[in-house]
């Protein structure tokens, strides 16, 4: 396809899913109602972004439904997706050729980072639920849209991460349910600090780090190179930017921080019923950052208004650190604690309220899933606050309701950052 016809086709396709806002679409399987119109109406899913975490949608990841489209702007990743997608797949390399299909209900978003807002948004007002990848979204002003967007269109989203409802967590090595269960009935007093650090089972990644030395090389003709950085600033093409390094510059992560930030953090905003609410100080203790590769962090803390803690551990300082700590007692990794008869005064006591944590019965119901737009988007303002903090390099005050950052217009343009065109939320 030459220039022009390639250009006359973006534009064509804009136009045309740009008309969608305008359009209530309802996915098929709601046409007569709440749930599903036949039981054995399958429903159906695409993947947006077949890279390596992407694989792992197209093989096994909500595998209920039947997959009949994948897309990537990597020709030898959209090839090998097509492949094990089987015959029913079909394969696209512009993500609103999918969006356009009327018969796709559910889309997988597992591409980098900064395309999460711009495709969940695009697929809410096509009338798609929505299974995306973490961290949620970039920044905290495309998360902002992102909720926007789904009430707008009264759309199903859930994040993928689940250690909140399901599976062990992580280092801790048991769910994340009986520590809410502990916190919520008073166990442990309040106020409570989390400390987050090798010593309690989280390990940072500080291997997805960014390299400052990057020389400008050919783009490879599999990758459509502008394609992949859509939204994000132009850099000259490095393979140490794209596919799974990306992780490490800020245009389009967060390193460590960003990769497992969300995983590690929004269960504890859980265990410490925080949904609604974010801290209000934020103080990174971290080299000097660059201001396109990502760096390391010594400690984080951010601190609510109640006086509870996270204290993000990237050197693991505290050695003897209590993944919990409050007034009455600690809870230590793998669910010790230094409280006298902690199991059974535990199992006497109220459990947590339950949590919807079938993907597709609240498709079938329109209830909200787990982790869905609201919460995922709190603890993804976790990972965001942190992120500026280290950026800034000071002391930061957020206004927990506005979300904003107080009196600090620096910080605050880190909220909501520019897009190259013509990409916009």
């Known amino acids: 396809m030459n220039t022009r016809s390639r250009i006359h086709r973006r534009r064509f396709l804009k136009t045309s899913i740009a008309s969608l806002a305008t359009v209530s679409i309802v996915p098929r399987h709601v046409l007569g ?8 109406d399958i429903p159906t899913r695409a993947v ?9 949608h197209v093989k096994s ?3 209920a439904c039947k997959l009949v489209a994948v897309c990537d702007v990597d020709t030898n990743h959209l090839a090998e997706a097509v492949k094990a997608g089987g015959p029913d797949c079909k394969g696209y390399r512009d993500f609103r050729e999918v969006l356009a299909r009327k018969d796709v209900d559910i889309v997988h978003i597992p591409t980098p980072p900064h395309w999460h807002a711009i495709i969940s948004i695009a697929a809410a007002r096509a009338g798609k639920d929505i299974w995306c990848e973490k961290p949620m979204t970039r920044t905290i002003g495309e998360g902002e849209a992102v909720m926007a967007a789904i009430r707008e269109n009264n759309r199903i989203f859930r994040l993928n991460t689940w250690f909140r409802f399901q599976d062990g967590f992580y280092g801790m090595g048991v769910p994340v349910k009986p520590i809410r269960k502990a916190v919520m009935n008073g166990m442990l007093g309040w106020p409570i600090k989390a400390t987050l650090s090798a010593t309690t089972g989280f390990d940072w990644k500080f291997g997805w780090v960014g ?4 020389t400008p090389q050919p ?3 599999e990758l459509d190179y502008d394609f992949w950085l859509g939204p994000a600033p132009f850099k000259p093409y490095h393979p140490h930017r794209v596919h799974g390094t990306f992780r490490g510059y800020w245009d389009y992560d967060g390193g460590g921080l960003g990769d497992m930030g969300q995983h ?4 504890v905003q859980y265990i410490l019923g925080k949904d609604d609410e974010s801290p209000v100080e934020i103080e990174a203790d971290a080299p000097k950052q660059d201001a396109d590769a990502v760096g390391t962090f010594r400690v984080i803390r951010m601190k609510y208004r109640d006086g509870c803690e996270i204290i993000l551990d990237g050197e693991n300082r505290d050695k003897s650190a209590a993944f919990l700590q409050g007034p009455n007692g600690k809870i230590f990794k793998g669910m010790k604690s230094d409280i006298v008869d902690f199991e059974s005064k535990l199992a006497g006591m109220k459990d947590p309220e339950p ?3 079938d993907f597709l019965e609240s498709v079938r119901t329109r209830k909200k899933f787990a982790l869905n737009e609201l919460n995922g988007h709190r603890s993804c303002t976790l990972v965001n606050l942190a992120k500026t903090a280290m950026q800034t390099g000071r002391v930061l005050r957020f206004d927990s309701k506005t979300q904003r950052f107080v ?8 909220i909501l950052q520019p897009m190259r065109g013509p990409w916009t939320l």
């Open 211 to 214: 390299r400052t030395d990057l």
């Open 61 to 63: 990841v909500n595998t």
């Open 264 to 267: 590690y953090l929004d269960p």
């Open 355 to 357: 949590q919807i944590t």
């Open 33 to 40: 109602g709440a749930g599903f119109t036949a039981p054995n």
């Open 407 to 414: 009196d600090d217009a620096n910080a605050n343009q880190y």
């Open 219 to 221: 783009v490879p003709p």
């Open 48 to 56: 947006i972004g077949t890279g390596g975490m992407g694989m792992g």
